[in-house]
């Protein structure tokens, strides 16, 4: 599962059971609990079994507020949930996914609708072949990838 965690909204996307191809799945509202029982309930009706969390770093990669924000809400979400969380430089993505929505004629309407979700399927994809090249690098065959980490709870900034 991928999410866009925004102050307001979080954008989901799930991927198919072999873990190639991300979709955008729904926007969850940040309302209290509401949005841990929420995910839960998406994690339990699609076997989900890890979750990959967009981390927006500033420019230079640095942790910034917004950043700062996201690894509070990826600690409380490791925490409630107890699946392993990855994160993802996210850089662009809400940008890419407003490119894409325009480029398919959306109004704006449904543009601010679906811009998370689409984002969260940006994260999820781009998490998905990265870790695609990481298995066929292991099987030999040289690949240079650059995007995810990993920060367990002791690793948070």
């Known amino acids: 599962m991928g999410l866009d965690v925004g102050d307001k909204r979080i954008g989901v996307a799930l991927s198919d059971p072999l873990g190639l191809v ?3 799945f729904e926007v969850v509202e940040r309302k209290g609990d509401k949005v841990f029982s929420r995910l ?17 770093l500033k420019e230079d990669g640095s ?3 917004q950043a700062e924000k996201v690894l509070t809400f990826a600690k409380e979400l490791e925490t409630r949930l107890g699946l392993p ?5 996210e850089r ?3 940008q ?7 480029e398919a004629d959306q109004s704006r309407s449904k543009r601010k609708k679906a811009r998370d ?3 969260a399927a940006i994260i999820l994809q781009g998490y998905l072949e990265m870790r695609r ?19 367990r709870p002791s690793g948070f900034p």
């Not at 839960?40 to 927006?56: D, Q, R, S, W, Y």
């Not at 969380?85 to 430089?89: A, G, L, Q, V």
């Not at 890419?96 to 325009?102: F, H, N, T, V």
């Open 22 to 24: 991300a979709q955008a």
């Open 40 to 56: 839960k309930e998406i994690i339990t009706n699609f076997g989900v079994k890890e979750i990959v969390v967009g981390l927006p």
């Open 63 to 65: 942790v910034g507020p």
């Open 85 to 89: 969380i990855k994160f993802w430089d």
């Open 92 to 94: 662009y993505s809400t």
């Open 96 to 102: 890419e996914a407003e490119k894409i929505l325009l």
């Open 117 to 119: 979700k689409v984002a």
């Open 133 to 151: 090249k990481d298995e066929s690098s292991e099987k030999g065959i040289p690949e240079c990838n650059v995007g995810a980490f990993n920060l």
